[in-house]
């Protein structure tokens, strides 16, 4: 019984191996052929890693590519790199400064991914777990995320996504979700209320490389009925500040 439980494992390994190293993915007949399964046995390995998370699923293409869990499941070690150790300070600033929760986002394909979060010490707070990822249209990080992106990029994004919504206030129009970037571009910060959870809010704002190009963004979160506009108005005031920090730490001093 043990034998064949990690013969199981190994095949399913092995599937997940060659994704990591084929990253436009298979198709289910292009990986029976390739790892000379049968086309049943392929059918449920791919089914259950893709309902695990492990994979995702076009359904348009009929391909699967490995999934965002794989990717969540990676930021134990990404604690380690430099950019997540080197704003680490700034979070607990941010956090302590705000007494709400503060995060580290970065963007990874069609998601933003929280790489690193540290939570309030209020009873009632706002969570964000490491490994957690949110669409690039709803909420504060995403968006801010999503104005990163240069105008082609944007376009192909907003011809490819659909704005599926997650709460009541979740931008779902095109054309409004273009009028909230050029803002954001615009004001250098993102805020939202209730669109990832009907009762959160937030602010984000971006992490930039000597070049100007967002690398990333942090973060401040916290229940709704916390965050009226004054105090909106403070959360922007910190991140500007933390997320100048970050650079700092990230890249050292700017140029004079």
């Not at 990404?78 to 302590?96: G, K, N």
Request: proline share 4%; aromatic share 6%; hydrophobic share 40%.
């Amino acid at each position: 019984m043990s034998s064949e439980t990690i013969k199981v494992l190994d095949r399913a390994l092995a599937v997940l191996r060659e994704f990591a190293v084929h990253p436009a993915g298979y198709t289910a007949p292009e990986l029976s052929e390739h790892l000379g399964l049968s086309k049943t046995t392929t059918r449920r390995f791919l089914h259950t890693l893709s309902n695990g998370g492990f994979l995702d699923y076009d359904a348009e293409r009929q391909r699967y590519t490995l999934g965002m869990l794989i990717l969540g499941l990676s930021t134990g070690f990404s604690r380690q790199t430099s950019l997540t150790v080197a704003v680490q300070p700034v979070l607990e600033s941010l956090q302590a400064e705000s007494f709400e929760t503060a995060s580290l986002w970065l963007r990874v394909r069609q998601d933003a991914m929280c790489l690193s979060s540290l939570e309030s010490s209020q009873y009632i707070r706002a969570v964000s777990p490491i490994g957690r990822s949110v669409p690039l249209y709803a909420g504060c990080h995403g968006k801010q995320l999503l104005a990163g992106l240069n105008d082609d990029e944007l376009d192909e994004y907003l011809k490819t996504t659909d704005l599926t919504p997650l709460t009541t206030s979740t931008l779902t129009s095109r054309a409004a979700l273009e009028k909230e970037i050029a803002q954001i571009r615009s004001d250098g910060y993102a805020t939202s209320r209730g669109e990832v959870n009907i009762d959160g809010a937030g602010v984000a704002a971006p992490i930039l490389n000597p070049h100007g190009q967002v690398i990333a963004c942090l973060s401040i979160t916290a229940p709704s009925h916390r965050v009226d506009d004054e105090r909106l108005h403070t959360f922007v005031t910190l991140i500007r500040g933390a997320t100048s920090d970050a650079a700092r730490r990230v890249f050292g001093p700017a140029p004079g």
